[in-house]
C-alpha cells in the first residue's frame, strides 16, 4: 500500500491509525533518510497506541520503552550501531517476542535479525511535489508455509 501524505500532520495521522491497529508482537520496520518524518510517523504511532508521554528518537540508547499505552511501545533506533550483537545486549529478541509493539528505525542495518513477520514502512520525499510531500510505503511481510 503507498499513502502519499502532504504535511507533518497527514504524516502523523497515518502512523496513528496504525498504532490504533497495532497488536501484540508486532515488529514494524521504519526507513528512510534523515528528515523525512520518521519521528513524526513514529510520534503517531505511539499516540494510536495510546501514550500520552514526549516521544523522541532514541539515538543515543539504542531502544526507548513507553508502557503508558494500551500496549508496550518499543522504540528502536538502530542507526549507530556499530555491530549487529549490540542488539543482543539490549535485549533485541526479548522484545520483539515479547506482548509489545516494536518499532526499528533504521531497520535496514539489522536486516539479518529482524523476524519475518513485520510490516516494512518507507517515508521518502519528493521535493517536485512539494517540500512536505511524502511516500509512504506500507509492505507486509510474511513467513511463507511452503
Known amino acids: 500500500m503507498i499513502i502519499e501524505t502532504r504535511s507533518p500532520e497527514e504524516t502523523f495521522q497515518v502512523g496513528k491509525s496504525l498504532g490504533e491497529k497495532a497488536y501484540p508482537g508486532q515488529v514494524i520496520t521504519l526507513t528512510g533518510d534523515l528528515g523525512v518524518g520518521k519521528t513524526v510517523f513514529t ?3 505511539a499516540k494510536g497506541l495510546g501514550i500520552e508521554e514526549p ?3 532514541p539515538t543515543f540508547t539504542i531502544v ?8 508496550p511501545f518499543y522504540h528502536f533506533d538502530v542507526y549507530r550501531i556499530g555491530d549487529v550483537e549490540e542488539m543482543d545486549e539490549v535485549g533485541f529478541d ?7 509493539v516494536s518499532l526499528i528505525e533504521w531497520a535496514n542495518l539489522i536486516e539479518e535479525i529482524l523476524p519475518e513477520n513485520r510490516v516494512n514502512i518507507t517515508i521518502e520525499k519528493d521535493l517536485e511535489q512539494g517540500f512536505d510531500f511524502r511516500k509512504i510505503t506500507i509492505e507486509e511481510r510474511r513467513k511463507s508455509n511452503v
Open 94 to 100: 526479548e522484545y520483539v517476542s515479547g506482548e509489545g
Open 43 to 45: 510520534q503517531g504511532l
Open 55 to 57: 516521544v523522541n528518537s
Open 64 to 71: 526507548q520503552v513507553y508502557e503508558g499505552g494500551r500496549l
